[in-house]
Every structure is written in C-alpha cells, then in structure tokens.
C-alpha cells in the first residue's frame, strides 16, 4: 500500500523542478494528482507550449490544468475543476513562485509588486480557493514550498528573502487558524536547489560554472539540493503519518541554515 492511498493532491508550479518532483513522487505513492501551472502542457507532449526552457510539462498520469496564480478567477476555476475530477482535495502543495535578484535599490514598485503577487498573494488566492474541499478530508495538509531566504540573510536577494520571510510567518499563523479545522499547514524550505529557474540564473552569469560552485560551497555539504530531495521533504509533510506536525519548517538545504562550520585546514580526516 502506498503512503496516499485514497488520498488526493493539488501542486501548484508543478509542471517543472520541485513541483514537478513532488507531484512525480505523491502519485508514485497512490495519490491522484493534479497539477496547476501556466504551463501545463498536454499529458504526454515533450514540452509545455510558451514555456520557459526547462518546463517540460505535466506528464501522465498527472491532470495537467493551467492556472495564473495572479488570478484570483483563474485560481477558483482550476481548483474547483480539480476538485471535481479528483473527487476532492486533501493535499495542497502550495509551490508556485518566482526569483527576484538585487539589493534594497535595485527592484521599483512595481517589481516588488509582481514577485509578493506571485509568491506570496498567489499561496493565499489558491489556500482560500482550497479550504472548503480541505476542510471536508480527513487527513488534510497544506505544504507551502518557501526557502531558506526566509531564515538566512542572503547577499543580492532581499526582494525574494521578503516574500519567503512572509511565507514563513503565513505559514504559522495559517496552522494556528486551521489546527481546530483538521487542516494541518507546513513548509519546507529549500537551500539553492538544481532547478530549471536556477540553471537559467546560472546560464545568465557571465561565468555559469564559477557561479555553480559559488552557490554549491556556501551550502555546508558543498553541493546544490536536489528537487527530489525537497519533494520527499514535502511528502514527509503532506503524509498522514505526520499527522502531529503542523506549523512547522522544514530545512533541506545541505546545512546552510544550522551548521556553523570551522574554516577548512586540509588536515582534516578523511
């Protein structure tokens, strides 16, 4: 028997990296899923129509359905068309978000603007969109992908760092409203993962392959975190099995955020 047996997921931003992972790994353990993006593709199809390089689209058996996390409208049809092909909703992977770079004058209003539209606005529209079809499961669970940004300060990020700081806190105050609803609300927060959004990042640096192993060295286990592995953190979360847990974050980033490592002498053992 599988972990979400009988069980149903929505993952918002999940035709590609972490979404795409995670949405891979619940149905691999019995739950139906479906996936919301703008670009969802066609079940099957080698890409996903308009989208960036790297998006490759949702593949069966994932229900691929578009949906424009800035939308309010948008968010309500697809959720609700979800629901009603799913046969309900119990999980809600709340994943979809955009990157943001550049210090405290290097952004307008208007881009901070659009990346709190997506990254923060966008969990409440499809949170609010999915809580009557939670509220009516048994085993309901919010899992908000937000990052490590939200609890380290990083250089020549504070638009991004301020929408995840905002996740981190949503994510508490939404699990102390809904604790007497049944709905659990957590978050796990990925260090610099190997993402498609990260290697275009990298593919803009005027030299990709130093800038890799800038950001693999500040993460203590000198290596980027892989999707797969904050989608089995999701999973953790998302599963019945954690049924205690409830607004907490979870760290997958190789130790950035604990470890305080000593300066390397070369003598260490092996």
């Known amino acids: 028997m599988g972990t979400f047996d009988g069980l149903t997921a929505v993952v918002t931003g ?18 139906r899923v479906a996936c919301l993006d703008l670009f969802p593709g066609a079940p ?6 308009g989208a960036p390089d790297g998006v490759p689209g949702v593949p069966e058996p994932l229900l691929g359905l578009r949906a424009d996390v800035t939308d309010d409208a948008s968010v309500r049809a697809a959720v ?15 994943n979809a978000g955009i990157g943001a770079q550049g210090g405290i004058e290097d952004n307008d209003d208007d881009e901070w603007r659009r990346v709190f539209d997506v990254n923060v606005f966008g969990m409440v529209r499809v949170a609010r ?38 996740v981190l806190s949503m994510t508490r105050a939404m699990a102390a409203d809904l604790v007497a609803d049944g709905v659990r609300v957590n978050c796990v927060n990925p260090g ?33 975190v892989s999707a797969d592995e904050v989608a089995e953190a999701v999973a953790y979360l998302a599963s019945p099995l954690s049924g205690s847990t409830t607004g907490t974050d979870l760290a997958v980033d190789g130790g ?9 002498t070369g003598k260490e053992r092996p």
């Open 129 to 166: 969109a999915a809580l009557p079809y939670l509220r009516a499961s048994r085993a309901a669970a919010i899992v908000n992908t937000c990052s490590i940004a939200a609890t380290a300060g990083l250089p020549q990020r504070v638009l991004y760092s301020s929408t995840k700081g905002a």
């Open 80 to 94: 609700a068309e979800a629901a009603d092909r799913l046969g309900g909703i119990d999980v809600l992977v709340n």
């Open 192 to 224: 610099t993962a190997d993402t498609p959004w990260v290697n275009r990042l990298l593919e803009a640096a005027p030299d990709p392959e130093e800038e890799r192993r800038a950001l693999s060295a500040r993460q203590p286990m000198g290596r980027l």
């Open 14 to 31: 999940g035709a590609s990296g972490i979404g795409l992972a995670t949405a891979t790994l619940l149905a691999a353990r019995g739950a």
């Open 44 to 49: 099957g199809a080698p890409g996903a129509p």
């Open 256 to 264: 950035m955020h604990g470890l305080r490592l000593r300066p390397s």
